[in-house]
């Protein structure tokens, strides 16, 4: 199994519902989509805390297989599960997806939203979603793009992976899926989403100031901040793309 995921995103996520720049309403229409209902069955890779597999589930009656690497994240899902009462519709297996073998055309949609680095990139997330998804069915993405390029020379966050709203769809239709919805968030979500961040590391650092890795999460928390405040909240976007796979 590869390494957990640094302790920063453990403290920086640590009071968010959706780990992604996303707002609920956003995932009920993603549910409706989908065409998701008690019948459904749905593959969440990188489930994290489980908000979203736990939305959808209790919302469309649907099932939801999700697989987390990180401890921290799935003990929490476990426990939202089980505080709502999911716990027979939804499941949360500790593991590295990229290494445990998908059962072919199981599912009626495979989700993986903001972590295909665990499949190392956009193309190779299509495709292992894609072999896990009956004909007919869906393979949504949430992924960051960039709205405009050039990018500044000076913004050190960047990542040479992602590329533009056109690119990314070009992506799914290499693989065979054509994009038939693409959900995409708005500054409000990258906000609330970001601005939790904030909240959550400084709450940790007041009441943890001696912890030895208390110095690196803040001048970590400090980076991405000033990132996004520069050029974050112009330059990346992110949405949720849905590729459609053909009945055969």
Same mark, same amino acid.
């Given at each position: 199994?590869?390494?957990?995921?640094?302790?920063?995103?453990?403290v920086?996520e640590?009071?968010?519902?959706?780990?992604?720049?996303?707002s609920?309403?956003?995932?009920?229409?993603l549910?409706?989509?989908?065409?998701?209902?008690?019948?459904s069955?749905?593959?969440?890779?990188a489930?994290?805390?489980?908000?979203?597999?736990?939305?959808? @589930?209790?919302?469309?009656?649907?099932?939801v297989d999700?697989?987390?690497?990180e401890p921290a994240?799935q003990?929490v899902?476990h426990?939202?599960?089980?505080?709502?009462e999911?716990?027979?519709l939804v499941?949360?297996r500790?593991?590295d997806?990229?290494?445990?073998?998908?059962a072919p055309?199981a599912y009626d949609a495979?989700?993986?939203?903001?972590a295909?680095?665990?499949y190392?990139?956009?193309?190779e997330?299509? @495709?292992?979603?894609?072999?896990?998804?009956?004909p007919?069915?869906?393979?949504?993405?949430?992924e960051?793009?960039w709205?405009?390029?050039?990018?500044?020379?000076?913004y050190?966050e960047?990542?040479?992976l992602?590329?533009?709203?056109?690119?990314?769809?070009t992506?799914?239709?290499t693989?065979?899926l054509?994009?038939?919805?693409?959900i995409?968030?708005?500054?409000?979500?990258?906000?609330?989403?970001?601005?939790?961040?904030?909240?959550?590391?400084?709450g940790?650092?007041?009441?943890n100031?001696?912890?030895p890795? @208390?110095?690196e999460?803040?001048?970590?928390?400090?980076?991405?901040?000033?990132?996004?405040l520069?050029?974050?909240?112009?330059?990346?976007?992110?949405?949720i793309?849905?590729g459609?796979k053909?009945?055969?």
């Amino acid at each position: 199994m590869r390494p957990v995921i640094p302790r920063y995103y453990v403290v920086a996520e640590s009071e968010h519902e959706l780990q992604n720049p996303i707002s609920e309403e956003k995932l009920l229409v993603l549910g409706k989509t989908l065409a998701l209902d008690r019948s459904s069955r749905v593959l969440d890779v990188a489930s994290g805390r489980g908000g979203p597999a736990l939305l959808l @589930a209790g919302t469309y009656g649907c099932s939801v297989d999700g697989i987390e690497i990180e401890p921290a994240f799935q003990a929490v899902a476990h426990e939202h599960a089980h505080e709502r009462e999911l716990s027979e519709l939804v499941s949360f297996r500790l593991g590295d997806a990229s290494g445990i073998d998908l059962a072919p055309s199981a599912y009626d949609a495979a989700l993986c939203l903001g972590a295909t680095f665990v499949y190392g990139g956009l193309a190779e997330t299509v @495709a292992a979603l894609a072999t896990s998804v009956k004909p007919g069915g869906y393979v949504a993405v949430g992924e960051p793009y960039w709205r405009r390029l050039p990018l500044p020379a000076d913004y050190d966050e960047r990542n040479e992976l992602f590329t533009t709203l056109d690119g990314t769809v070009t992506v799914f239709e290499t693989e065979g899926l054509p994009v038939v919805s693409v959900i995409a968030s708005s500054e409000d979500d990258w906000d609330r989403y970001e601005t939790l961040h904030w909240r959550s590391v400084a709450g940790w650092l007041a009441a943890n100031p001696d912890d030895p890795e @208390a110095e690196e999460i803040r001048s970590r928390s400090e980076r991405h901040k000033r990132s996004y405040l520069r050029f974050g909240r112009d330059y990346m976007g992110w949405a949720i793309f849905v590729g459609w796979k053909r009945p055969i």
